[in-house]
């Protein structure tokens, strides 16, 4: 069975984020959409904050993925279909435990880590800052290979009674019309990834010869694929040939 997994990023408890989510997924399921739901809080979990090491530059792995629990949400989003990103916005920016997060991903925006996943956010505020919030989480997503099919958003409203009917009837038209996981941002985002590690004597590249990034993008199978729709369905044959091991 496929899964949507919500991420939701609110120090709040209860949390009137997750209580929005929840009615969402609940309205999916009424609605015949045969998936398996999962919604964490990251309030709940352990998550050291980066400290600008650049071991995963280096490396491709955290010093402290050992430490925390940032390794148990990543294999929790590795192995969804379906990614909802959820937050309140804090002082028109994302929470800081949301933020905390992505800055321990920060090395999947440079391999499209999470390429042939499907992405939805969703911010909720009171009063302003939805719309940058919104942006910045469609962009970083974007950066790591997600592909982000909608961003809603809810402004505190008392007579908005069919916000999360609204909601999932839309992620369940998006995901049903849905084809493929690229579009012309992802498309974009890899052709400049291409370029820019491809050159192997470039002044930027000199600069970081010794950077797992760099070997990354000059493995062979990369080098042949045109496209990230192609990149996307060689990768997606990696992880399905390492899961059946």
Same mark, same amino acid.
């Given at each position: 069975?496929?899964?949507?997994?919500?991420?939701?990023?609110?120090?709040? #408890?209860?949390?009137?984020?997750?209580?929005?989510?929840? #009615?969402?997924?609940?309205?999916?399921?009424?609605?015949?959409?045969?998936?398996?739901?999962?919604?964490?809080?990251?309030?709940?979990?352990?998550?050291?904050?980066?400290?600008?090491?650049? !071991?995963?530059?280096?490396?491709?792995?955290?010093?402290?993925? !050992?430490?925390?629990?940032?390794?148990?949400?990543?294999?929790?989003?590795?192995?969804? #279909?379906?990614?909802?990103?959820?937050?309140?916005?804090?002082?028109?920016?994302?929470?800081?435990?949301?933020?905390?997060?992505?800055?321990?991903?920060?090395?999947?925006?440079?391999?499209?880590?999470?390429?042939?996943?499907?992405?939805?956010?969703?911010?909720?505020?009171?009063?302003?800052?939805?719309?940058?919030?919104?942006?910045?989480?469609?962009?970083?997503?974007?950066?790591?290979?997600?592909?982000?099919?909608?961003?809603?958003?809810?402004?505190?409203?008392?007579?908005?009674?069919?916000?999360?009917?609204?909601?999932?009837?839309?992620?369940?038209?998006?995901?049903?019309? !849905?084809?493929?996981?690229?579009?012309?941002?992802?498309?974009?985002?890899?052709?400049?990834?291409?370029?820019?590690?491809?050159?192997?004597?470039?002044?930027?590249?000199?600069?970081? !010869?010794?950077?797992?990034?760099?070997?990354?993008?000059?493995?062979?199978?990369?080098?042949?694929?045109?496209?990230?729709?192609?990149?996307?369905?060689?990768?997606?044959?990696?992880?399905?040939?390492?899961?059946?091991?």
């Amino acid at each position: 069975m496929k899964k949507i997994l919500a991420i939701i990023g609110s120090n709040h #408890d209860p949390s009137n984020t997750r209580e929005i989510v929840e #009615d969402v997924f609940k309205k999916l399921e009424y609605s015949g959409m045969k998936y398996e739901y999962e919604a964490i809080q990251l309030k709940d979990y352990h998550i050291l904050e980066c400290n600008g090491c650049l !071991n995963c530059f280096f490396t491709g792995n955290c010093v402290y993925d !050992n430490l925390d629990d940032t390794t148990y949400i990543l294999d929790k989003i590795y192995e969804t #279909d379906i990614l909802l990103m959820a937050c309140p916005v804090y002082l028109d920016n994302v929470p800081g435990c949301m933020k905390t997060l992505i800055d321990r991903f920060t090395h999947f925006a440079h391999l499209m880590e999470f390429a042939g996943k499907l992405c939805f956010t969703f911010v909720n505020t009171s009063n302003s800052g939805a719309e940058s919030v919104s942006e910045y989480l469609q962009r970083i997503l974007t950066l790591m290979g997600l592909k982000v099919l909608d961003n809603y958003i809810n402004v505190f409203n008392p007579q908005n009674i069919n916000l999360t009917d609204n909601i999932a009837m839309s992620i369940a038209e998006k995901i049903s019309m !849905n084809y493929g996981y690229s579009n012309r941002e992802l498309e974009e985002v890899y052709r400049i990834n291409k370029y820019t590690y491809s050159n192997k004597n470039s002044e930027f590249n000199l600069n970081i !010869n010794n950077y797992y990034e760099l070997s990354y993008w000059q493995q062979e199978w990369i080098k042949n694929a045109d496209s990230f729709q192609k990149f996307t369905s060689i990768l997606m044959e990696k992880r399905n040939e390492r899961n059946n091991k």
